[in-house]
């Protein structure tokens, strides 16, 4: 890893193509490493390549453990935590317009649920269906891109409104049916709840979402 | 594009909710085949419908791109409420036995105390190779071993833990008005205040208690008269097969060693040190066509598990294969 700094630091335009975060894999101790490019004592007058570098690896440095607690909270292990949040990392780096990105912490928990969730059967074959069945173009949905939500942020945000004032009740199996990717039955075990009231709790759930949306069209 | 470009007026109520029953059929786990052909014969016998669907499916997926994605995620966990449903636990055989400790339990607590019917769960878990020191909200602290976790469920009255996988110790705060209730694979272990180790092997529970007195209980017994009261500086071992060892010195720098990420063993059975080095290893160890109860006896660092294990290959005349993901020791 260091040599591929060193490089980096004579090249710095190559950074963004050497980066690779399979080498930060399991390498906590890297973190700390002696001679690296970014952080205090680093140049100010960083290169955009530099500076994408510099901010892919403190990104890493705050994010790795968190994101793969996170993962193995919600998805249990297999999948491998790290291997998914590794892979969320790779494709981060390879987002060419990074800076449009407002929040990036938020961009990379993002891309490692879907990349989770990809995992699981009767989501994925959804998914696939849906994407074949609406359109070409929203077969591209299943990757995430700045572009993708720059171009829908108002939608994102009225939907955003919309669930905050869903009830907790809803909201619970919003996030457990759409982020956690359980099953009725899962959530019905866990909570109680019987499967065709967490079916109608979502359908209402939906109906206010679509509604907040068409609100904001107006 | 996420952008939704169809308004409600557009589309009819019926169908926008007829959309919406299909979307929350396809992700409820339950489609079937026939589903799907339904589901495309609908779509294409009218183009408003696969309008509405559209929109629909734009609303779901809006909802992984929110900002707050990671809080919200956290809640998923921190929020869970069950009501206390014990068929509902006995839904797979691997189950049943988990099952039948938490029902043991609660008969304990419902000699003598009101059975509340709404709690909280909350889920902790550590990594692989990591361990992690978890304080709960009544002041107890628990220490995960590596590849752990745990569901804890704190109401007015008690206090339950589930071990649901690994192994942790124990540091319970003091509350003689709330027992804390600790159910393992094959064991469960009550305390008002006290630090015990509980490890789990392959087919074994060990309690290991440091400080104070605990009572241990197999799942098969459901009144305090069958639990066994375990001392300061006392362990014993229960099997899956319900029979419970001695009761026995044991040495608190072994059985405590993983605290400082340390592996140690006196005469442990070799499956059971693969569980232990599983934990903190990144890739997964298996034997194949080895006498698993060997004993031995072995001090390592959990840093150090490759090396340990090459000397346990040189003692034994093993061989030893390794790819990206596996170790495999095998007996030729």
């Known amino acids: ?38 952080g205090i004592g680093a140049n100010v007058m960083q290169s955009p390549e530099l500076a994408r570098h510099c901010l892919l690896e403190r990104l890493y440095r ?35 317009n990074i800076d449009d990105i407002e929040n990036p912490r938020a961009f990379v928990f993002k891309i490692a649920f879907n990349v989770a969730l990809k995992s699981i059967h009767h989501l994925q074959r959804a998914r ?68 065709a009231d967490i079916s109608r709790q979502l359908k209402r759930a939906l109906a206010l979402l679509e509604e907040a949306v068409s609100e904001c069209d107006i | 594009m996420n952008a939704i470009d169809t308004k409600v007026a557009e589309i009819p109520d019926g169908v926008s909710d007829k959309a919406r029953q299909w979307l929350v059929h396809l992700y409820s786990g339950h489609a079937t085949q026939a589903d799907y052909d339904a589901l495309e014969a609908w779509l294409a016998s009218d183009s408003v419908h696969r309008t509405a669907l559209k929109r629909v499916e734009a609303v779901w997926h809006n909802i992984g791109l929110f900002d707050d994605i990671e809080a919200l995620a956290t809640s998923i966990e921190a929020s869970r409420k069950r009501r206390f449903n014990p068929l509902r636990v006995i839904s797979h055989p691997y ?36 361990n992690k020191s978890v304080e709960l909200d009544d002041g107890s602290v628990v220490m995960l071993s590596g590849d752990s976790r745990i569901e804890v469920i704190l109401t007015g009255k008690q206090r339950m833990v589930q071990l649901l996988k690994g192994s942790a110790y124990f540091q319970v705060a003091s509350d003689k008005a709330r027992p804390f209730h600790v159910v393992g694979r094959h064991s469960s272990v009550s305390v008002l205040g006290t630090a015990f180790i509980f490890w789990q092997g ?51 720098n072994v059985e405590l060693a993983w605290v400082n990420r340390r592996l140690i063993y006196d005469g442990e059975l070799l499956h059971n040190i693969i569980t232990d080095m599983n934990r903190y290893h990144s890739k997964n160890i298996s034997l194949k066509n080895i006498n698993t109860n060997i004993a031995i006896t072995l001090s390592l660092d959990v840093n150090n598990i490759d090396q340990a294990l090459a000397g346990l290959v040189n003692a034994y005349g093993f061989k030893i294969y390794e790819d990206d993901h596996n170790i495999k020791i095998i007996n030729d």
């Not at chain 1, 335009?13 to 890297?30: G, I, R």
């Open chain 2, 95 to 130: 189950h049943i036995a988990m099952a039948a400790s938490i029902l043991c339990v609660l008969c304990l607590f419902a000699l003598t105390r009101y059975l509340p019917l709404d709690y909280r769960a909350v889920e902790y878990a550590s990594l692989f190779g990591e």
């Open chain 1, 128 to 195: 696939n269906f849906l994407s074949e069945q609406l359109n070409n173009e929203d077969r591209e949905r299943q990757d995430i891109s700045p572009e993708r939500i720059v171009s829908s942020q108002q939608h994102i945000e009225a939907t955003h409104r919309g669930f905050m004032k869903l009830t907790q009740k809803q909201r619970t199996i919003l996030m457990r049916s759409r982020i956690k990717g359980d099953t009725y039955a899962a959530i019905s075990l866990d909570t109680g709840w019987s499967q």
């Open chain 1, 62 to 96: 705050e994010s790795w453990s968190d994101l793969c607690r996170q993962l193995q909270r919600l998805y249990g292990n297999p999948p491998d935590p790290e291997d998914i949040a590794q892979e969320a990392f790779t494709k981060l780096s390879q987002v060419k």
């Open chain 1, 1 to 38: 890893m260091n040599s591929v700094l060193f490089e980096a630091a004579a090249k710095p335009v190559q950074v963004a193509a050497t980066l690779s975060f399979s080498s930060y894999k399991k390498k906590k101790h890297n973190q700390d490493r002696p001679g690296r490019l970014c």
């Open chain 2, 202 to 252: 392959i087919d074994t529970d060990r309690i290991s208690v440091t400080e104070g007195e605990v009572s241990v209980s197999l799942p098969s017994e459901n009144t305090p008269l069958g639990a066994r009261a375990i001392l300061s500086g006392e362990q014993i071992t229960v099997n899956k097969d319900g029979a419970v060892g001695n009761i026995i010195k044991f040495d608190p």
